[in-house]
């Protein structure tokens, strides 16, 4: 279940990169040269996060 979890918050993630980058937006507005590298940044983790929880998904097939 958690390993599940893991997959929606890294599409999460990976979503509020985009919105980050589309609307220059992250609680309070900010300035497109610091909204770029928060977004990639946000995009990049929630990529990392859904590969690691699909790698354990994987791993714990085979263990049963």
């Known amino acids: 279940m958690f390993n599940w979890l893991s997959v929606v918050t890294g599409f999460f993630y990976a979503v509020l990169g985009v919105v980050v ?3 220059k937006f992250f609680v309070v507005p900010i300035e497109p040269n610091l909204a770029y590298p928060l977004g990639a940044l946000l995009v990049a983790y929630g ?12 791993e714990s097939r ?3």
């Open 21 to 23: 980058i589309i609307y």
């Open 47 to 58: 990529i990392f996060r859904i590969f690691r929880a699909i790698k354990k998904i994987r």
């Open 62 to 64: 085979y263990e049963e």
